[in-house]
T-cell receptor, first 117, second 111 residues
Framework: DSGVTQTPKHLITATGQRVTLRCSPRSGDLSVYWYQQSLDQGLQFLIQYYNGEERAKGNILERFSAQQFPDLHSELNLSSLELGDSALYFC????????????????FGPGTRLTVL | QQPVQSPQAVILREGEDAVINCSSSKALYSVHWYRQKHGEAPVFLMILLKGGEQKGHDKISASFNEKKQQSSLYLTASQLSYSGTYFCGTVSGGSNYKLTFGKGTLLTVNP
């Protein structure tokens, strides 16, 4: 158990719908990262927040948005869902955001499996 | 840009050694290694920084060749528990420290 929690574990929805994925980081971690994992694309970095502020953006679609709240939990909002959005969505957390050295190792939550029908 | 991992897959017998390579076309700030077992979340193994080598586990070590922008993960005397997909993640200078993962190397250790 990494200490990172994600809800829900599974989500089944229809095309065109909107969903919200939730993540609570490990106690003491200030950075939260979101990743999308699909069979053909591997682990794709979406976005990172540090202490409530956006720090880095990856290949995140305009239909997707995220935020980190004052209590440091984070939500990833996916809207106008398409079949291709079906994937495993991971949240990870770390103490810092430096990208290297102590404090930058990321701890992953169990993931949310999203299925769009 | 996504780092390239090789091989894509490897099958070992318990006790054998393996090397997984990760290379990038960009100048790297750090290389991160993770292992993911089927149906589970990735688990951190180690980080290598420019100018250093960090050993994260007892029989798993790694190196970082800054000139070639390559990292190698060494698994010695493999155990059944080593099975899984190994991902390298790279952080490039000027990338705002975002981690870009390779497509992974599937390692299978058989008895």
């Amino acid at each position: 158990d990494s200490g990172v929690t994600q809800t829900p574990k599974h989500l089944i929805t229809a095309t065109g719908q909107r969903v919200t994925l939730r993540c609570s980081p490990r106690s003491g971690d200030l950075s939260v990262y979101w990743y999308q994992q699909s069979l053909d694309q591997g682990l794709q970095f979406l976005i990172q927040y540090y202490n409530g502020e956006e720090r880095a953006k990856g290949n995140i679609l305009e239909r997707f948005s995220a935020q980190q709240f004052p209590d440091l939990h984070s939500e990833l909002n996916l809207s106008s869902l398409e079949l291709g959005d079906s994937a495993l969505y991971f949240c990870a957390s770390s103490v810092g955001y430096s990208g290297g050295g102590p404090g930058s190792e990321q701890f992953f939550g169990p993931g949310t499996r999203l299925t769009v029908l | 840009q996504q780092p390239v991992q090789s091989p894509q897959a490897v099958i070992l017998r318990e006790g054998e050694d393996a090397v997984i390579n990760c290379s990038s076309s960009k100048a790297l700030y750090s290389v991160h290694w993770y292992r993911q077992k089927h149906g589970e979340a990735p688990v951190f193994l180690m980080i290598l920084l420019k100018g250093g080598e960090q050993k994260g586990h007892d029989k798993i070590s790694a190196s970082f060749n800054e000139k070639k922008q390559q990292s190698s993960l060494y698994l010695t005397a493999s155990q059944l528990s080593y099975s899984g997909t190994y991902f390298c993640g790279t952080v490039s200078g000027g990338s705002n420290y975002k981690l870009t993962f390779g497509k992974g190397t599937l390692l299978t250790v058989n008895p």
